[in-house]
């Protein structure tokens, strides 16, 4: 009956460590889900940049354009803006 007792009390100290084991591997995969997710927000905005890169110089180069060509400083306040537009909206 001893030695019954022994083995039934390692069961449930092994059964004990496999769900403690199983619980720590569950956080590391939902870790690396979070880090998988921003690596692709990561990527997106990086992807973006050239984009607004290029966006940028159309600007400077049209409003260098329109300085070389206007004298006036009014035609310049009132063609060149850029827009604010508001994400939660979209």
Known sequence: MQEKKKEFEAVAALERASALFLKRIEGLADDCEVMADAGQVYGQVL?????????LSLFLN???RHTADS????????????????????
């Open 47 to 55: 992807e973006q940049w050239p984009l607004m890169f290029q966006t």
């Open 71 to 90: 004298s006036d400083d009014i035609t310049l306040l009132t063609e060149d803006r850029l827009v604010r537009v508001p994400l939660d909206e979209l």
């Open 62 to 64: 049209s409003r260098e």
